[in-house]
């Protein structure tokens, strides 16, 4: 189930609480992305992934540290767009010979005004409505010097480089954010740059649904599944897609532990047997589960009794 | 009993176990300090289960964001209301009986939540919200129906908007529909004769109560 065969775009992780974000602008898109901690990315990654397009995140780290977390340097022999965002952008100034400083100018934190430079930019293409354009800024340390192949684009009070670019090597810097929606023009600068990287925008629901069914039948071939039904949506569209691709080789056991809301469980069950004809084990083991929390109040234990006894009651029906 | 022993054999030979673990949950985290070790969070729902049952795992959702497995839900046939439902925690309603739970609070606490969602329904206001569900306080109160005295459990009402879960804001009711809701609870569900409802943002609060 690894991947489904689509155009790649690697995100790399610095650490910053808004990573998830620019893959989910990216989905938007309709374009594929994965997320991968910095730790884990080697020439052999790469190689192996081979992304169309790289985007470096944000991260609360200093590249003027010692040992700042950094990707390899082979990223940028694999003649692919990157763009580096806040941190990213300072690790690409950091590895390509700019400077960053330590509060350069004076920290930005939230919206911030961003000026366009005379210069055009395909990165910016469209962006700027007006001549200033909001955008949310998170940073303390900044880029002070860049270096020759790279140019201005943007810049805002206390950012001189806010956007910066190496054209001819499509390698792009942003101090802001673009991918949160504190900063409206960010999916277009992300559109801009899914082109610049020439990405076909094959990633659809639909298209996902048809590999995922192939891959299912594939995977399982002739063996059975199990599937644990909670009366949730996410457990429901897993079993009904493994249903649609390998049929009565499936059977799904819904725990009722009697703690859903009303109607739940005799509309999970009337849905599955009835409507879609999926084979189903319906345990009611209500008593069982309030006897195991009686006389506990803590909501951790409670947690986690259910969780326990979910695991045995399932465990001792499969 | 004879009918699920027959189950159970009939899939004895069972190698895969299905998960609906998604993207989210199986993004590895990095370490603020930047350290080597990248950690993988255990999926919420069955944590632990793989290890001991020695299946292999099918989880064909573990690319999919939340609202990519709605829209996937509804083109494989689900319907709308279904994929559309507020989030529900996997403890269910034990986390929102605040406290010590028993079968009459269950009982009490799912009459309630089932009113509260319908007056939201009617007044058409489900899908603006993010979830909104009731808790059942652990105190009972003092109370007046009638010319009778009562002495009976109190619940709290929540509903709050959110983009992802992470941040909240809590629902702005009308009076009008506050009053209707708590006149219907106290009314239909014997045993509460008191109706709050919960005006906490997400941070300092959490949405669920436990």
């Given at each position: 189930m690894k991947n489904l065969n689509h155009e790649k775009l690697l995100i790399i992780d610095?650490?910053?609480?808004?990573?998830q974000l620019i893959a989910r602008r990216l989905r938007e898109l309709n374009i594929y992305s994965e997320i991968h901690p910095f730790?884990?990315?080697?020439s052999v990654f790469l190689k192996e992934m081979d992304p169309k397009a790289i985007i470096l995140s944000g991260g609360?780290?200093?590249?003027?540290?010692?040992?700042a977390p950094l990707p390899p340097k082979s990223i940028f022999n694999m003649n692919i767009p990157i763009l580096g965002i806040c941190y990213g952008q300072q690790v690409l100034m950091h590895m390509l010979g700019g400077k960053v400083k330590k509060s350069f100018k004076t920290s930005e934190f939230g919206r911030t005004k961003l000026r366009k430079t005379s210069a055009s930019l395909d990165l910016l293409k469209g962006c700027f409505r007006k001549k200033h354009e909001d955008v949310w800024m998170s940073h303390g340390d900044s880029v002070s010097k860049i270096p020759e192949e790279f140019k201005v684009y943007g810049q805002s009070d206390n950012a001189t480089y806010a956007v910066i670019a190496d054209v001819n090597r499509r390698i792009y810097g942003v101090q802001?954010?673009?991918?949160?929606?504190?900063?409206?023009?960010g999916k277009k600068l992300l559109e801009n740059f899914s082109k610049i990287s020439g990405f076909k925008y094959d990633w659809t629901v639909e298209s996902f649904r048809n590999k995922a069914i192939a891959k299912i039948k594939t995977c399982v071939g002739q063996n059975k599944v199990i599937c644990g039904l909670s009366g949730g949506v996410d457990s429901s569209v897993t079993a009904l897609l493994i249903h649609k691709a390998i049929g009565n080789k499936l059977t799904c056991i819904f725990v009722d532990h009697g703690l859903l809301r009303e109607g739940e469980a005799e509309s999970v069950v009337k849905m599955f047997k009835d409507n879609f004809k999926i084979k189903l084990i319906h345990l009611k083991e209500d008593k069982l589960f309030l006897n195991a929390l009686k006389g506990v109040s803590d909501p951790e234990r409670k947690r986690k009794i259910i969780g326990n006894l979910f695991i045995e009651v399932f465990e001792k029906k499969s | 009993m004879k009918y699920l022993k027959k189950k159970a054999k009939e899939i004895k030979d069972v190698t895969f176990l299905a998960q609906g673990t998604l993207y989210p949950d199986v993004i590895e985290s990095v370490s603020p300090t930047g350290g080597p070790s990248a950690k993988i969070k255990s999926?919420?729902?069955?944590?632990g289960l793989p290890k001991k049952m020695k299946l292999k795992l099918l989880e064909?959702?573990?690319?999919?964001?939340k609202d990519e497995v709605r829209t996937l839900g509804k083109e494989i046939g689900l319907p709308k209301e279904f994929v559309s439902r507020h989030p529900f925690p996997g403890p269910g309603l034990a986390i929102r009986c605040v406290g010590e739970i028993n079968q009459e609070k269950v009982d009490l606490l799912r009459k309630v939540d089932s009113v509260f969602v319908d007056q939201i329904r009617k007044h058409g206001l489900y899908d603006e919200i993010w979830q909104a569900f009731a808790a059942l306080l652990p105190a009972k109160s003092v109370g007046v129906m009638g010319d009778q005295r009562t002495y009976n459990y109190s619940c709290a009402l929540r509903a709050v908007t959110s983009v992802d879960g992470m941040t909240a804001d809590y629902y702005p009711f009308s009076h009008n529909f506050l009053g209707e809701t708590s006149a219907r609870i106290v009314n239909e569900v014997k045993g509460i004769n008191r109706v709050t409802y919960d005006i906490t943002s997400k941070p300092p609060g959490t949405i669920e109560w436990e």
């Open positions: 610095f650490g910053s609480q808004v990573t730790q884990k990315i080697s609360p780290r200093s590249v003027t540290d010692k040992d802001f954010h673009p991918e949160v929606h504190h900063t409206p023009m | 999926h919420h729902n069955v944590g064909p959702l573990r690319e999919l964001f």
